[in-house]
């Protein structure tokens, strides 16, 4: 069965840090990987998807690697503002489109 | 595009009463997923819909939950009789095909007294 983890559960940090947000998974036959972020109360919004062929992708200030030997994802978030601040999940796709996610991580940018 | 529609946003209901969550996906999409929140158990995918067709149903808990999606614009995702234990965030997906990104709605949040 896939599990997928990420790691730190949660993250306070100050305006303007660099910062990266880690994602593992068991099975390295996946098809794709997938970040969201969540605000409290809302849905998930899709930050960047990778496709299992890909190394990275980038949106603005995010950069998301995939590294499918070691079973790895990471999401770089670049200057970070308040903003930021959200749950970020990453999911998986073994094909067919089910998407198996983690528990993802509480980030607080604090002004 | 609107993005993905659900209705209601919040539903309060008595226990053993019949819910109904509602879903309009983004128009083209031909895929449709419906997952559920929990602390618990965190998110995870009750029915997977493929050009109106039910694909996968291995997350339907139980037989007090179904799922339906008469066109490509709408699904529904029933519960009865409803239990406390339903008490969840639920939310519908779409995608434009297989293994492609997901858009999510903004859930419905279920409580079950």
């Known amino acids: 069965k896939q599990e997928v983890t990420q790691i730190p559960a949660a993250l306070s940090v100050p305006e303007g840090e660099n910062l990266v947000l880690n994602c593992s998974f068991t099975d390295s036959a996946i098809y794709n990987l997938q970040w969201f972020r969540q605000d409290p109360g809302k849905g998930l919004t899709s930050l960047l998807l990778i496709q299992s062929s890909q190394r990275e992708q980038t949106s603005g200030r995010l950069n998301a690697s995939l590294d499918k030997s070691s079973g790895r994802s990471t999401l770089y978030i670049a200057a970070s503002q308040p903003g930021d601040s959200a749950t970020y999940l990453c999911?998986?796709?073994?094909?067919?489109?089910?998407?198996?996610f983690g528990e993802g991580t509480q980030l607080t940018v604090n002004p | 595009d609107a993005g993905v529609i659900q209705s209601p946003r919040h539903e309060v209901t008595e226990m053993g009463q019949e819910v109904t969550l509602r879903c309009k996906p983004i128009s083209g999409h031909n895929s449709l997923f419906w997952y559920r929140q929990t602390m618990m158990r965190g998110l995870e995918l009750l029915i997977y819909?493929?050009?109106?067709?039910?694909?996968?149903d291995s997350g339907m808990p139980e037989d007090r939950f179904s799922a339906k999606m008469p066109n490509a614009s709408f699904s529904t995702l029933k519960i009865q009789p409803s239990e406390p234990r339903d008490s969840a965030v639920y939310f519908c997906a779409s995608s434009l095909a297989r293994d492609t990104e997901a858009f999510f709605g903004q859930g419905t949040r279920l409580t079950v007294v």
């Open positions: 819909f493929n050009n109106n067709v039910p694909i996968d």
């Open positions: 999911a998986i796709s073994r094909g067919g489109s089910r998407l198996t």
